[in-house]
């Protein structure tokens, strides 16, 4: 299994882009392959699909669409192209209040997604979708404090704490002044555990 590719884009295509990982040509598909620029060195977080007659590689830009991709895949009636169509509408936030408000009509405007698999992606989907609301599961004023308070707060949603409950105790952590990675995150299980 692949976590990411870093490369440099060699081709583009209407679905996948090649990527040249050290001599090694990769197709990768991908929601938007246009967003990507011929010759540019990039990082694709990447997800895996094997299937009977092939495996596939498929790439996002940002960690949080694959997470998002990996869970469209769990919903019943929803394969990798239906999954790809809904990230491509790019509005992750509308996706997700569309699923907790249950809103299946919404959906319904993807490519291959009917009323009964709009019905089940908000069936599979509703109240489990918070952490992809915002494209970094860090508030944007920790993000550039401390690499060491960044790690640990990244280690911390890791470890499975919800990004709502992490970012609740970032101001805490920050608070506590110049620490070390593992000071923080102790700290942070503290808060967390409480």
Known sequence: ???????????????????????????????????????????????????????????????????????????????????????????????????????AAYLTKFPGIGSKTAQQIVLDLKGKLGDFTKDSPLPNELLANSAALDDALAALIALGFSAKDVSKIGKKLADAGQLKTDAYIQKGLKLLTK
């Open 1 to 103: 299994m692949y976590d990411f590719l870093t490369g440099i884009i060699k081709t583009i295509a209407v679905n996948y882009i090649g990527i040249d990982v050290n001599g090694v040509g990769f197709r990768v598909f991908t929601p938007n392959p246009y967003e990507y620029e011929q010759g540019d060195q990039t990082i694709i977080f990447t997800e895996q699909i094997v299937r009977d007659n092939e495996i596939s590689l498929y790439g996002f830009k940002k960690v949080e669409d694959r997470n998002l991709f990996k869970k469209l895949l769990n919903v019943s009636g929803i394969g990798p192209k239906s999954a790809l169509a809904i990230i491509a509408g790019g509005d992750r936030d509308g996706l997700v209040a569309a699923v907790e408000n249950s809103q």
